[in-house]
Each structure stands twice: as C-alpha cells, then as structure tokens.
C-alpha cells in the first residue's frame, strides 16, 4: 500500500513522518493528543479572542502597529503555509489611506487546547513584524512561545488527524461546520 503523503507535515524527517503514518494507521493521534491536552480552552467569542490576542501582543509586541480585528473565521481553509491568515486591508479614511491589520483564525482552533491557541496567535502576531517564514520569524514566534516547534508540529498533527478522519478532539459539537474549513 502507498501512504497518503502527509501534507501538513512537509519537511519533518522521515523517521518522524514514519511515526506519524504508524499513529495514523493505527488511528491512534486523536487519542494521543486528547491524553496530552485533556482540556480545550475557553475563547468562544471574537470578542474575547479579540482581547486574547491584545494581552500577547501587549506583552511581547508592544511596538508593533494596532490591529483592527480579529475573527474565527469559518470560511478560511487552512493551507499548509498559513494556518490563520494575517491581511493588511487598506481603506480610504478621508484623505488619508490607512492601512488596517486583521488577524484570522480558522474556526475549528475554537476548540483546541489553549496551548494550540497560543500557537496560532503566536504565528500570526509575528507576521506583524516579519513577513515570510524565515529564521528571523521563527526567532520571533520562539520568543513568545518557548515551545511553538514543538507546538507547530502538534497542530499539524492535529490537521492530519482531522484530514483523515473528519472527526475533531475537543468540542465536537458542531463537527460538520468543521469540514467546511477543511483544505481540499
Ligand atoms: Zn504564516
């Protein structure tokens, strides 16, 4: 049988990618990251993402320019090199044109342990300074979350499991709308 290839995890080392088909033939990720992350965390609204998203850039990106809005957004597919979306929206503000950031974040990350959260925001709030992926980027995304690596990598583990099964960890209750975030 040939293996699906894995595309959330792109550029892990094959002994890592070989794990990860074991775990999922095995269809034993979901549970291994619900043992891992019992608890999802409690941001429900864009409001209270909204002010999430605030106190980490308070605390670490103090500097950086104001953000207009922040949303779960349930129409964003997630792509493996984007996993919210960080967009600059320009408006004309009388005279002037102003440039707006807004930070997206797929739906499905409402139900997620707050550690995958953080991950999420972490990435995007470090786009605010840092455009591409590159190592000045990830110095940035490591600042404010010691663990993003590691975290980064179970989300896209999370992603794989979700791709293969269509059935999420945490917070199942409306599952359908879920696939609808899904990439293609
Ligand atoms: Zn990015």
């Known amino acids: 049988m040939v293996a699906k290839p894995l595309k959330f995890l792109q550029g892990y080392p094959p002994e890592t990618l070989a794990?990860?088909?074991?775990?999922?033939?095995?269809q034993r990720i979901g549970a291994w990251l619900l043992q891992k992350y019992p608890q999802a965390h409690g941001v429900r609204t864009d409001r209270a993402l909204f002010d999430y998203v605030q106190t980490l850039k308070q605390e670490y990106l103090r500097g950086?320019?104001?953000?207009?809005?922040?949303?779960?957004?349930?129409?964003?597919?997630?792509?493996?090199?984007?996993?919210?979306?960080h967009t600059t929206v320009s408006r004309v503000q009388g005279a002037k044109l102003k440039a707006k950031r807004e930070?997206?974040?797929?739906?499905?990350?409402?139900?997620?342990?707050?550690?995958?959260?953080?991950?999420?925001?972490?990435?995007e709030l470090a786009h605010l300074r840092e455009r591409e992926h590159d190592?000045?980027?990830?110095?940035?995304?490591?600042?404010?979350?010691?663990?993003y690596h590691q975290l980064e990598f179970e989300v896209r583990l999370y992603l794989t499991h979700l791709d293969a099964t269509a059935t999420r960890c945490w917070g199942a209750s409306d599952a359908a709308a879920n696939t609808a975030a899904m990439p293609r």
């Open 135 to 147: 190592k000045a980027f990830y110095q940035l995304c490591t600042y404010m979350e010691p663990a």
């Open 64 to 85: 950086a320019e104001p953000i207009s809005k922040v949303a779960f957004d349930s129409k964003l597919r997630i792509v493996q090199q984007a996993l919210g979306t």
């Open 19 to 26: 794990q990860v088909q074991a775990m999922l033939e095995g």
């Open 103 to 123: 930070i997206r974040i797929a739906a499905l990350f409402k139900d997620c342990p707050p550690e995958f959260l953080r991950m999420i925001v972490v990435h």
